[in-house]
Nanobody, 125 residues
Framework: VQLQASGGGLVQAGDSLRLSCKAS????????LAWFRQSPGKEREFLAA????????HYADSVRGRFTISRVDAKSTVYLRVNPVTPEDTAVYSC???????????????????WGQGTQVTVSS
């Protein structure tokens, strides 16, 4: 499985933003996909995860209510919507997949065996 994140760019504070993460290489029908972000000088931060089969979602407390994760099976794509964006959302956003079903906390980097290249999001005030 390969993951490709897209949808980043320069946005204004207060706008909404939708990022995409497309899975390719094989049909993705199980496991968990997650979004992380990393700002300069900060550790990678877990944002949200979705279980592909059930559609169950999991959010970091810091983004709950403002971030929404969703998926479209037919497109093998997971989305992350941010509404509204703030300057503090400026970061590189990456998606990751747990294709083995590891019983590890969703927020742990160790859970995910496939990582995609990130997409830069810059929010101007």
């Amino acid at each position: 499985v390969q993951l490709q994140a897209s949808g980043g760019g320069l946005v204004q504070a207060g706008d909404s933003l939708r990022l995409s993460c497309k899975a390719s290489g094989r049909t993705f029908r199980r496991g968990d996909l997650a979004w992380f972000r990393q700002s300069p000088g900060k550790e990678r931060e877990f944002l949200a995860a979705i279980t592909w089969g059930s559609g169950n979602t999991h959010y970091a407390d810091s983004v709950r209510g403002r971030f929404t994760i969703s998926r479209v099976d037919a497109k093998s794509t997971v989305y992350l919507r941010v509404n509204p964006v703030t300057p503090e959302d400026t970061a590189v956003y990456s998606c990751a997949a747990d294709t083995f079903g590891y019983d590890i906390n969703y927020g742990s980097n160790r859970k995910y065996d496939v990582w995609g290249q990130g997409t830069q999001v810059t929010v101007s005030s």
